[in-house]
């Protein structure tokens, strides 16, 4: 007991020496640990600890090592996890605002997928306040193409096909292509392609280069469809917890990590495509019927998406359209 009590005292004593207790947040992260979205994480997580003076560790859990993708954001809402990053669009079924990033041909270069986050920031931001989250930053993934295991020159024939989703917005394109959707996480994708559980899905180069999934399929259609991001955020209780000192240097390396990972997304795009085709695949523009048919189910979508979006989601798309 005596021991105990010294043992307290002097813990309260090294407290009250310190300006802030040093505190160790852990990070889930969805992707593989080489995937550029978890390198500029580990990147941001190195600036984190250096601009705070160590006050504010952050370790990174790639993979889904921590938890897998699907429970991330419910982890850090709830505090069992401080900071973590999702494909916010995977939450578009809770609230459709999470998918202003993946309407089909909306905006489909990085200029534009820039130009739509600014626009859709401020009700993003409130969303995730209204969730218990504070947005730090946001990185956009590669053109979203369409991989398959055979040429397909039309929706046609895509149909009956099994069809890895990994949101709302790709489930609903499956359905609309008369395709059977699945949800499956990137990391458990390579096998559910070696089981034939899923035979095509939408995504980026990325995404295939680091499943390898040239050992399944054969043919990446350069669709240009959308460019989802995945977004970093923290724990308001954790956030409102820190100085005023902590958070700007946190939100200083948001900045230059949001940066870093657009530069990466940017430069890699065509040395995934590369990495594809070295693996052996075809990596062309779809032929025009697929792109017409694509492009119909798309402005379906982009109706529905409106519609489910209300006011908030029209004044994202004019915002954008109009800057
Ligand atoms: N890769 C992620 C989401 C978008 C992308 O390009 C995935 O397939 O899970």
């Known amino acids: 007991m005596k021991t105990m009590t010294h043992l307290l005292a002097a813990t309260a004593l090294a407290a009250s020496a310190l300006p802030a207790l040093a505190e160790t947040w852990d990070m889930p992260l969805a992707y593989p640990a080489t995937n550029f979205h978890s390198e500029t994480a580990a990147s ?48 578009a079924n809770e609230n459709a605002l999470f998918g202003y990033d993946s309407i089909p041909f909306l905006a489909t270069s990085f200029d534009d997928s820039v130009k739509l986050n600014k626009a859709a920031l401020p009700e993003l931001e409130k969303l995730l306040e209204s969730q218990n989250l504070h947005y730090l930053y946001s990185v956009p993934w590669p053109p979203q193409g369409l991989y398959t295991k055979k040429e397909v020159s039309s929706v046609a024939d895509l149909e009956g096909t099994k069809f890895r989703a990994y949101n709302a917005a790709t489930a609903r394109l499956a359905e609309l292509a008369k395709m059977q959707p699945v949800q499956i996480e990137a990391a458990e994708l390579s096998q559910a392609l070696a089981t034939g559980v899923a035979e095509s899905f939408v995504s980026s180069g990325s995404t295939g280069y680091d499943e390898k999934v040239w050992e399944h399929l054969t043919n990446f259609y350069q669709v240009d469809a959308w460019l989802p991001r995945n977004t970093i955020f923290v724990n308001l209780d954790a956030w409102n917890g820190l100085t005023d000192a902590q958070r700007a240097a946190i939100t200083g390396c948001a900045e230059s990590a949001e940066a870093e990972g657009l530069a990466k997304s940017k430069e890699l795009t065509q040395f995934y495509l590369d990495g594809l085709k070295e693996g052996g695949m075809s990596v062309a523009p779809p032929g025009d019927e697929l792109k017409a048919g694509l492009q119909d189910i798309g402005a379906t979508m982009t109706e529905e998406w409106l519609s489910n979006a209300g006011d908030d989601g029209k004044s994202i798309v004019d915002s954008f359209k109009s800057n």
């Open 44 to 91: 941001f997580a190195a600036c984190v600890g250096e601009a705070t003076g160590g006050e504010v560790e952050i370790k990174t859990h790639p993979n889904g090592s921590l938890f897998p993708g699907a429970d991330i954001k419910r982890a850090v809402q709830t505090g069992q996890a401080l900071i973590g990053e999702r494909l916010l669009s995977a939450h």
